[in-house]
């Protein structure tokens, strides 16, 4: 049974940094592509960042700010986030593509 569980997420003022954590059980983590996905209320959820294959991708609003990466020891997928903005605002979403399975999601809050 694949479960995904996020941490890291709170409040923090706009040109801030976060990193966001996820830990993955039930999977061989070292081939399975993970992603980043963040929805607001209204809206679709959207990608963010993905991780698999050797290959990274991200979302044109993050490009350059958002960073994923990958510890494949500790079966965990991270999210490091700068240069906030208030649009960036959202819950936050890990995902297994290879699994189609969704962690429970952390709120990230950009506000002063």
């Known amino acids: 049974q694949v479960q995904l569980v996020e941490s890291g997420g709170s409040l923090v003022q706009p040109g801030g940094s976060l990193r966001l954590s996820c830990a993955a059980s039930?999977?061989?983590?070292?081939?399975?592509?993970m992603a980043w996905y963040r929805q607001v209320p209204g809206k679709q959820r959207e990608l963010v960042a993905a991780?698999?294959?050797?290959?990274?991708t991200y979302a044109d609003s993050v490009k350059g700010r958002f960073t994923i990466s990958r510890d494949n020891a500790k079966n965990t997928v991270y999210l490091q986030m700068n240069s906030l903005e208030p649009e960036d605002t959202a819950l936050y979403y890990c995902k297994s593509e290879t699994h189609n399975s969704w962690g429970q999601g952390t709120q990230v809050t950009v506000s002063s």
């Open positions: 039930g999977v061989i983590f070292s081939i399975t592509s």
């Open positions: 991780s698999g294959g050797g290959m990274r």
